[in-house]
């Protein structure tokens, strides 16, 4: 098992009538409501977060992009992977990842991919998300009936700039380069491992099997609600005819540990019912635009947003719900031990996104649960799927001997 | 109003209602973003008089080939396309077109300015004023269309819907299908502004055209009349009574009366 502590890095400041005010905490949040007086203390507590997971031995850490988002305050994920790339020496920097769609032209992505690689040594794991609504369409103005066909379009041309040696011609829809030649070059050949965070678009299955990339299940739904889902892409990978290593697939799950289920709740509860009360608000308009998902996925009837027991996402909802939904998993080392190899086995992962830190929860909280995971779970958690310990397809390679940051200046320096 | 079907030289299979005498002037009908409504008197008043050729784009209805259109470019010569399909190329139909079909007949009308007789504009898209930014439409949850297009929400009741029965999951599900496709095709021209710079081909729009608007349009408000008549080089207003943005559905009668009276 791989374990990635993952910060969606949340405004931890949104007024307690915020559910009432407004309509949406995505698209049209009120930026008034930021403050970035108060944004430059919280950018570095996540960022020393991230940093302490890979010190009490998380195997990677996670970032990811959002735009005109209460609860995403990573416009730009590879700006704080940089920060990550230089402070850290052996996790995996997941960024999950770029929406390749809305960079023009998307080499942009290639290259900055490759240069995450080359500073962290081999160190990045590239997710390329086909994006939210709210973010592709909403914010950045792409036509949702042609977001699809742009993403592959942007994926083919990173993809293929990262292997080729030589200079190239790329006459494509909606971009057209006279000349592709990549520098710098990322270290993981043929390219950094893969990840494809998707909400269950079937197309996306698909697209993950036939390249054999990671397929990231990323809801807040908890794994009970997921296991549909996750059924649904295992047959795919049964039917397209490939091996079903767990390591194809990822989850992510919202996580709080505690000495006991009790002192879970007292503990982490206000914070994790202000990421679902409050930061996920989003106004359904903003949800599901005319022509973003396709017919297929829509006969096939895996509307996520639609289904009866998603609703909960968008009406307040109490503690004991989350819990007995599996939307939390919350509670002793023991509870959460047992919970979390339940979501392991029943949804068939290698890899689990742990968000250990949600909505305001305070950093000495955030690292409290963090160590009780890495601790007393995690380590019961390791040899999950013995048959495939040695499938590193779906991780990263990195170098053997890599640079450690000199510090600026030693003391005796800094004081000549 | 029959229906046939015509196939385009680009492969989209076209459902076309068509309406009238065939020794009359033909007129062709391009419909709104909703599509073709259960609902045809104002195309039964103007077949009165005028060969009257209605056709469903590609992504409405029984009309298929959207994936075959994906920009301005590619939707103004399909218009053409289905003329040439109909047999009324060279026969320089009147061009008639409500909402996102305005926008498509005027696109049309800039190509191929001796190819028409005279042009209808019904609260047509195709302009933007910083000053009146037109309501995001991609936006709307399914209930708040009839308040956006309808001077009487009333009216809409039913006639957005088919009819459904929104209690049973699958014709919801149907609802989302047809949704998705209608105005996933409208938003090749329409998302995320709808403004494919039309303004600076409208000097080649030469034929004379009638601007109609609903003065109650609350999506597309009637200030934008004004300035269609200032880019268009021969136009006249006119404006309809206790009409919204569906003029067509709202005032069929008068509609086709004042087109009738413009195309002579």
Known sequence: ?416 | MNATTVETARGARVRVLEGGGDGAQPVLFLHGLAGLLDDHAFLDGLAERYHVFAPELPGYGDSTGEDLLEDMLDFSLHGWDVAEALGLAGRRPHLAGHSMGGMIAAEMACLAPGGIGRLVLVDPFGLWLDEHPIPDLFSFLPFQFADHLFHDPARAEGLLTGGMDFSDPEALKEFFVGNARRLGTAGKMLFPVPNRRLSKRLYRLTAATLVVWGESDQLIVPAYADRWAELLPRSSIARVAEAGHMVPYEQPEELARTVAGFLG
């Open chain 1, 1 to 416: 098992m791989k374990f990635t502590w993952f910060n969606l890095m949340p405004w931890p400041y949104l007024p307690d009538d915020f559910r009432e005010k407004h309509r949406s905490v995505w698209v049209d949040i009120p930026n008034t409501l930021y403050d970035p007086v108060r944004g430059h203390a919280v950018y570095h507590e996540y960022m020393d977060q991230l940093e302490f997971a890979e010190s009490l031995g998380f195997d990677g850490i996670g970032v990811n992009e959002h735009h005109q988002n209460g609860y995403g305050l990573m416009p730009s994920p590879n700006i704080i992977a940089a920060g990550l790339a230089r402070r850290t020496s052996s996790a995996a920097i997941c960024v999950i990842g770029n929406s390749i769609a809305l960079y023009n032209p998307p080499i942009r992505v290639a290259e900055e991919f490759a240069m995450l690689d080359v500073i962290s040594g081999g160190r990045l794991v590239a997710g390329f998300p086909v994006g939210t609504p709210m973010d592709t369409n909403f914010c950045y103005g792409q036509i949702p009936a042609l977001t699809r066909d742009k993403y592959r379009e942007a994926h083919d041309l990173i993809v293929r700039a990262w292997a080729s040696d030589e200079p190239f011609a790329f006459d494509g829809k909606y971009n057209q380069l006279r000349w592709v030649n990549l520098w710098p070059k990322p270290i993981q050949k043929p390219h950094p491992p893969v990840y494809i965070p998707g909400g269950g678009s079937v197309e996306t299955w698909d697209f993950c099997i036939e390249h054999d990339y990671n397929y990231s299940y990323l809801s807040f739904g908890g794994y009970l609600a997921g296991k549909a889902l996750l059924d649904g892409y295992w047959d795919r990978v049964a039917a397209l005819g490939k091996d079903d290593s767990p390591y194809r697939a990822a989850f992510a799950q919202i996580i709080a540990v505690a000495d006991t289920d009790a002192e879970a709740e007292k503990l982490y509860a206000e914070h994790i019912l202000y990421f679902y009360n409050r930061c996920l608000r989003v106004y359904p308009g903003f949800a599901d635009p005319p022509g973003y998902r396709t017919v297929r996925t829509i006969r096939e009837g895996t509307l996520t947003l639609l289904r009866r027991e998603n609703q909960a996402l968008f009406q307040s909802v109490t503690w004991k719900d989350l819990v007995e939904r599996g939307m939390v998993i919350a509670g002793s080392p023991q509870t959460v031990r047992q919970r979390m190899e339940e979501l392991i086995k029943s949804l068939r992962v290698g890899h689990v996104f742990c968000l250990l830190h949600n909505g305001n929860q305070p950093d000495e909280k955030t690292r409290h649960s963090t160590r009780l995971f890495a601790e007393q779970v995690m380590p019961h958690l390791r040899d999950m799927w013995p048959e495939w310990s040695s499938d590193e397809r779906w991780w990263i390679h990195p170098l053997e001997s890599r640079v450690t940051p000199r510090p600026p200046a030693e003391p005796a320096e800094a004081r000549a």
